[in-house]
C-alpha cells in the first residue's frame, strides 16, 4: 500500500474559497473510491481540519453526542483532554481493526471512545446492533477486533437510531467524509481529525 495523501491544514480563508476547496476534496476522494473501491473507507491516512476552528468545546459536544465503547484510561491520573479520543469505525473495516491494534500500546494513558457507524455492508449495520446490544460491550469489541467468534445475543433493533445519530456526527466533521477510521482529537485548542489507521507514533504526534 503506498503512502497515503496527507493534507494540510488550510489556512484561515473566506467562506466562499472553503465551499470550493470542500467540493474539490469531495470530488478527490469520491474518484479515489470509484478507481479503488477495495480500499473501502481507510481511503486517507490524511490530517483534515475545519474550514474555520472547532473548539475543545466542539469537541466535548461530539464526546457527550456519540455512543460508542470506552477503552482505556477512564480520565484519570496522566489523562490529559489531548490524550481522549473518538474513533468512528466500521466492523467490516479493516483499516479501523489495524488501528484499534495500533492504538493498544496507548490505552494506559489514552482514552478512546469507539463509536461504531454502519457504511460498508449490509453486515456493518447487524455487527454494530450486536456491539451496542452487548451487555459486555468492551470484551464483545475486543473479541471483534481479534477475530475470535462473539456469542449470539438479543439484539436491540431500536438502536438502529443510535447508529444513525453516529453517522450524522461522523458526516458533520470538518472535511464531510464516510472514510473510515476517523480519529477525532484535540491539537492544542482545536478539534483535529485524523483519517486512516496512522501507526501509533504519527497518530500521537497528530494530536501532540
Not at 477495495?38 to 483534515?48: E, I, M, R
Not at 475486543?142 to 438502529?160: C, E, K, N
Not at 444513525?164 to 492544542?188: F, H, I, T, Y
Request: aromatic letters at 6%; one cysteine or more; glycine letters at 10%.
Amino acid at each position: 500500500m503506498t503512502e497515503p495523501t496527507r493534507l494540510a491544514a488550510p489556512d484561515p480563508e473566506s467562506p466562499a474559497r472553503c465551499t470550493r476547496r470542500q467540493a474539490g476534496l469531495a470530488l478527490s476522494l469520491t474518484g479515489a473510491r470509484v478507481l479503488a473501491p477495495w480500499l473501502g473507507a481507510g481511503l486517507a491516512g490524511a490530517a483534515l481540519s475545519a474550514c474555520g476552528a472547532r473548539t475543545a468545546e466542539d469537541f466535548d459536544r461530539l464526546w457527550s453526542q456519540v455512543r460508542g465503547v470506552p477503552q482505556g484510561a477512564s480520565g484519570g491520573a496522566g489523562s490529559t483532554p489531548g490524550q481522549r479520543l473518538l474513533v468512528f469505525f466500521d466492523t467490516r473495516c479493516g483499516f479501523c481493526t489495524q488501528l484499534w491494534h495500533n492504538l493498544q500500546p496507548a490505552m494506559a494513558s489514552w482514552q478512546t471512545l469507539w463509536v461504531p457507524v454502519a457504511i460498508l455492508a449490509p453486515a456493518s449495520r447487524d455487527e454494530a446492533l450486536a456491539l451496542l446490544s452487548s451487555p459486555e460491550p468492551q470484551a464483545w469489541l475486543q473479541a471483534h477486533m481479534q477475530r475470535r467468534p462473539t456469542a449470539p445475543a438479543p439484539v436491540d433493533a431500536a438502536l438502529g437510531a443510535v447508529l444513525d445519530a453516529n453517522l450524522k456526527a461522523m458526516e458533520g466533521l470538518p472535511g464531510s467524509s464516510r472514510a473510515v477510521p476517523q480519529s477525532v482529537g484535540l491539537k492544542g485548542e482545536a478539534l483535529h481529525v485524523v483519517r486512516g489507521a496512522l501507526p501509533l507514533a504519527r497518530l500521537q504526534a497528530e494530536f501532540a
